[in-house]
């Protein structure tokens, strides 16, 4: 027969044990939430510290060269490779409805209000914001952030707020290479590749769907996408500890909290721009 273990009561003051499954099930949630309320900390101060940056202007230009160098050709491949496989699926969606001559109407919304955010997150999040936080973790581990505290000047300003600033100097730049090879990729697919449309066609149905204002927009999502997943990767930077191991742990976690934060901000900005109006010349 089974036997029950009678447990005593509590005595006054003490807290209640909790049990095991209970505690691994709130322990990671509680690390979570603490190290993202950290990160809020860590971004105000972030912020705080970026108009004391601009002392340090060489040094900003010298990492928005670094960004504009490392990142441009392979934002301008993804966004090309990523227009010829919206155009294909908007070709042939729309082939099988009669709809073929308008494919610029599908290819040209999409390029504008989401598609060239979302690959310019992608290659925010993996190319620049993961060499950030590599950077800055390899120079935490070896105590370079100590060095420069040590001599007086702000490891906040100096490492944090010159890349904020210098990933923002890229924005009008990413902008303009991400909705231009996107929509290259979608006229070389549907005139040159699958031969739907003219040329002309194309174009004008393409463009007469997409509008400055619609640019503009375009502009203020990628500037809100980068700059809290610039303050995130700076984060995981700043807070690496241990050895190369670690670091490589703190670049995956700032990647994969940035690939998150692409997806809801590009989200929200599309509604927030077209969700009450779709700015789409179609009327009757």
């Known amino acids: 027969m ?44 972030a912020l705080r510290a970026v108009p004391g940056s601009t002392r340090y202007f060489s040094e900003i230009l010298r990492l928005n060269a670094q960004i504009i160098r490392r990142s441009s050709f392979i934002l301008l491949a993804m966004s090309v490779f990523l227009g010829f496989s919206v155009a294909t699926f908007g070709f042939f969606f729309l082939r099988t409805i009669g709809g073929g001559d308008f494919v610029g109407v599908f290819t040209g919304l999409l390029t504008q209000r989401q598609t060239s955010s979302t690959m310019y997150g992608y290659v925010l999040s993996a190319s620049i914001c993961c060499s950030m936080t590599a950077v800055i973790g390899a120079a935490k ?54 031969q739907g449309n003219s040329a002309r066609q194309f174009l004008d149905v393409t463009f007469s769907v997409q509008s400055v204002t619609g640019q503009l927009y375009a502009l203020v999502t990628f500037g809100f996408m980068t700059l809290p997943c610039v303050l995130v990767a700076c984060f995981y930077g700043m807070n690496a500890s241990g050895g190369p191991a670690d670091v490589g742990r703190a670049v995956a976690k700032s990647l994969m909290i940035n690939l998150v934060l692409v997806h809801v901000i590009a989200a929200f900005f599309g509604v927030f721009f077209y969700g009450r109006n779709l700015n789409i010349p179609i009327g009757g």
């Not at 309320?37 to 101060?45: D, H, I, Q, T, W």
């Not at 040590?150 to 009008?172: C, E, K, N, Y």
């Open 141 to 194: 581990i070896q105590q370079e952030i100590d060095a420069y505290a040590s001599t007086g000047t702000d490891p906040m300003q100096f490492i944090v707020g010159t890349r904020v600033l210098a990933a923002m100097l890229f924005v009008p730049l990413g902008t303009v290479i991400a909705l231009i090879g996107q929509n290259l990729g979608n006229f070389l697919d549907i005139v040159v590749v699958l």
């Open 2 to 45: 089974a036997t029950v273990q009678a447990t005593g009561p509590t005595p006054a003051g003490a807290e209640p044990e909790v049990p095991a499954a209970g505690r691994a099930k709130a322990g990671p949630v509680k690390e979570f939430l603490e190290e993202m309320g950290e990160l809020c900390v860590f971004s105000a101060r």
